[in-house]
């Protein structure tokens, strides 16, 4: 199962069942909300089946072996969010060093890698996770990445690398270790100055981190993300 942003609260039509709910789904959503999912559905078939890649599916962090309380269960982002939050990088794609946080599968990095950037980074808890994600990668199609890699550690204790200028967050984990990731993002630019850009989805937690910062201002928001650039 893909995700959505939870910021409608509805639940994905993939969770309710197919088609015998349809009917109930509409009178909760209205018709809107139907076509999105449905939008959604086919947008995640086209997206795999042009990468090559698989990274659908929905596990909770127990499942994983994962001991961290503050990770959330897998759910990889909709490729149409994805498709619409990558241009929004104000930097030229040769110059882009892509960090995505609870990379999963690899679908944000599998989306990253199919434009020129310079290199693009995932770290993930889960070494099942790793392993699907390198692979995804490895086979991918309409790669153009100079340079993909995936490593296998916490978020709180991954070293920002020096030349990292854009960074993805999803809603792979909440609580301390947000913070301490926010923490060492802001200590990165601290030790080396540059110009960043956060792409936060699902960002009412980030928001509570940066609250008061300095260093980073909002740029940007909609119902499902917002964008962040440093100062």
Known sequence: MDAEPTVKGNPSLLAI???????????????????????HRIATWHGERKFGVSTSGFI????????????QAYAALGYEHLRRALPEIPFPDSQVVFLDYGAGKGRALVCAAARPFRKVIGVEISAELVAIARQNLA?????????AEVHYSDA????????????????SFIGWTLVEVVERM???????????????????????????ETWLRKVEENAY???????
Not at 139 to 147: E, G, I, N, P
Not at 225 to 231: D, G, M, N, P
């Open 17 to 39: 069942g197919w088609p015998r709910k349809a009917f109930d789904y509409i009178r909760s959503y209205g018709l809107g909300g139907f076509a999105e999912q449905i939008h």
């Open 139 to 147: 086979q991918m199609k309409h790669r153009r990445a100079a340079r």
């Open 186 to 212: 802001r200590q990165s630019h601290v030790l080396h100055p540059r110009d960043l850009f956060v792409i936060a989805f699902n960002q009412a937690e980030f928001d509570q981190c940066v609250r008061g």
């Open 156 to 171: 709180a204790a991954f070293p920002v690398p020096d030349d990292v200028n854009v960074f993805f967050l999803f809603n």
């Open 225 to 231: 993300r917002a964008l962040y650039r440093s100062v």
């Open 60 to 71: 909770e962090p127990e499942e994983l072996g994962i001991q961290n309380p503050d990770a």
